[in-house]
C-alpha cells in the first residue's frame, strides 16, 4: 500500500496492510546531537533511517494580508479584519500552485489541509502580553469575539472551497492550543458558542468536497470540550504535549467509541526515561488501540534535542514490532 491508502485505510477502519508511521519533524539541533552520538550518516533529515509514510501539508496563508504586527486581531476594526482576510488573496496559496495541483494529482502520499489556527492565535495572542486582552473580550463583549472568529471562518470557508476544488485531500486539520494539562481556557458550552459555532462554514465545504477526515489538533487536556467537538463534525483528535490522565486515548475512546479517531497517545517524556519505560509506555497502550482499528500511533510532540537516539530508535522499532505483529505479545 502507499502511505496515502494505508493512512485512509487506517481512518476508515478498514484493513491496512499496517498503520501509518508518521513523525512530525525532526529540528537541526536533535539531528546535530545524534550525529555527535554516532547516528548514521543520512540524506539530511534524519526520517530515512527508520520507516516513515510521508505526510505533507498545504501551506496556505491563514494569516490576516497585511498582517497585523501592531495590534491584536481583537483590537481592529472589524471592517478591517474582513478586508485583510481576503481569501482571493493572491498570497493565500503557493506561488506555483498549478503545478503543486499537478503533483499532487498522481501522489502517493498523505495530503493535509490546515483550515484553522483556533481561538487564540486567530485573536493574535502569541504571549502573555495579549493573552488578557482575549480573556477580557470573551467575558465583556463575547458577541465580537464571535464576529471576529466568524470573519475569520468566512475567509477559511472561501479558502478551503478554493483549494478543495482542485485537490483531493486526505485530511483537514484544525489547530486548537486551547490551554493546559489542568484543562481548556474556555468551557464547553463557551467553546461551542464562541468557536464551534463559527466553524460550521467551513465544515459544511469540507463536507460538500467529501474530506474522508477532519482533525483537531489541540493540546494538553482537553477532555471536556471532547464530546462538542464530535457533535461539531471532528471525526479525529489529534492530542500534543499531554500529561493529564484524563486525555488518555484508552479512556477516550471507552468513551466516544469508534466516532473518535486518534492520531498521537504515546507520551513523548518517556523517551528520556530509558528503553525500560519506553517499552511499557507503547504495550500498555498501543496494542488495544490497534486492535480497535482508526488509530495511528505516534508520540505527543516534536522530539527534543534532550532525547538520546538510542531511545529514539528504540521506541521507532519497537513501534514498527508492535504494529506489523513482530513483538511476540
Known sequence: MTARQRFRETMAYGKPDRVPYFEEGLRDEVLTRWRDEGMPSDPGDGQSLLPTDRRERIAVNLDPIPALDD??????????LRRRLDPNDPHRLPEDWDACVARWSAREHVLELPLHRGFFLSMGVHG???????IYLLKDDPARARAIM???????AALAERVLGDVDVDMVSFSEPIGGNDGPLLGPAQYADTCLAS???????????????????????????????LEAGFDCLWACEV??????????????????????????DVLLGGKEAIRR??????PPLLEQGGYVPLADGRVRSNVPFESYR????????VCEGRAGL
Open 150 to 156: 466568524s470573519i475569520f471562518a468566512d475567509c477559511y
Open 243 to 268: 500529561n493529564a490522565e484524563a486525555m488518555d486515548y484508552r479512556s477516550l475512546r471507552e468513551a466516544f467509541g469508534p466516532d473518535l479517531r486518534l492520531i498521537g497517545g504515546i507520551d513523548l
Open 128 to 134: 502573555w502580553v495579549r493573552f488578557p486582552g482575549a
Open 71 to 80: 495590534a491584536p486581531a481583537y483590537d481592529l476594526p472589524l471592517s478591517e
Open 314 to 321: 528504540y521506541y521507532r522499532e519497537l513501534l514498527a514490532q
Open 199 to 229: 466553524y460550521q462554514p467551513i465544515m459544511e465545504a469540507c463536507r460538500r468536497h467529501g474530506v474522508p477526515t477532519i482533525t483537531l489538533i489541540t493540546y494538553a487536556n482537553a477532555r471536556p470540550l471532547v464530546k462538542g467537538i
Open 281 to 286: 509506555e507503547i504495550l500498555a497502550k498501543v
